[in-house]
């Protein structure tokens, strides 16, 4: 599995070209693509695309309800299954 953080070193988030080549590789490697969200909507926002699209990119993703929507507590792991 390839496991990447979003967000988390001096606020900067992944290229998203570079995620697609992570993904290809990814997929010829049959390996699974995960990424930590804990400031997953913070992301979106510099993006500027929706959580959907964003998604194509990895296999599972964890969202924190904590980091960026203030919940007291809380996560989710989320995948296609």
Do not use: Q
């Amino acid at each position: 599995m390839i496991f990447l953080e979003n967000g988390t070193f001096k606020g900067r988030v992944w290229d998203l070209a570079e995620l697609r080549e992570i993904k290809k590789l990814a997929e010829e490697s049959n390996v699974k693509v995960h990424i930590d969200g804990a400031r997953i909507f913070n992301a979106l926002s510099t993006y500027g695309i929706e959580a959907k699209d964003f998604s194509e990119f990895f296999d599972t993703m964890t969202l924190c309800f904590t980091k960026g929507l203030c919940c007291p507590i809380g996560a989710a792991v989320v995948g296609d299954k």
